[in-house]
């Protein structure tokens, strides 16, 4: 009932910036979680970043100071500013959303993926 799709990635050298982006679309109950994750080959998939409804960010040791999370709840639209990129950032980036549209229920849906390659 929720569909996430993502943007903006991309091939970029060391020290770029990048901005993801994703919308969502569908029944999207009024207070939720966005946030970015990511997959390297060989790893597992991690939180990057998150932000509530209410502005409330989370982010990854790894990528504070570097990276951005916003949205833009009018558009349900949420961004990913990549500020300093390092070559281990490289990975598929998806976005997620996370709510409660029903009492006792939590539901969680997956963007298709955006890859970003950090190479020079």
């Known amino acids: 009932q929720v569909q996430l799709v993502e943007s903006g990635g991309g091939l970029v050298q060391p020290w770029g910036s990048l901005r993801l982006s994703c919308t969502a679309s569908?029944?999207?109950?009024?207070?939720?979680?966005m946030g970015w994750y990511r997959q390297a080959p060989g790893k597992q998939r991690e939180l990057v970043a998150s932000i509530t409804n209410v502005g409330s960010t989370n982010y990854a040791d790894s990528v504070k100071g570097r990276f951005i999370i916003s949205r833009d709840n009018a558009k349900y639209t949420v961004y990913l500013q990549m500020n300093s990129l390092k070559p281990e950032d490289t990975a598929d980036y998806y976005c997620n959303l996370n709510h409660s549209p029903r009492l006792g229920v939590r539901v969680v849906y997956w963007g298709q993926g955006t890859q970003v390659t950090v190479s020079s």
């Open positions: 569908g029944s999207i109950f009024s207070i939720n979680t």
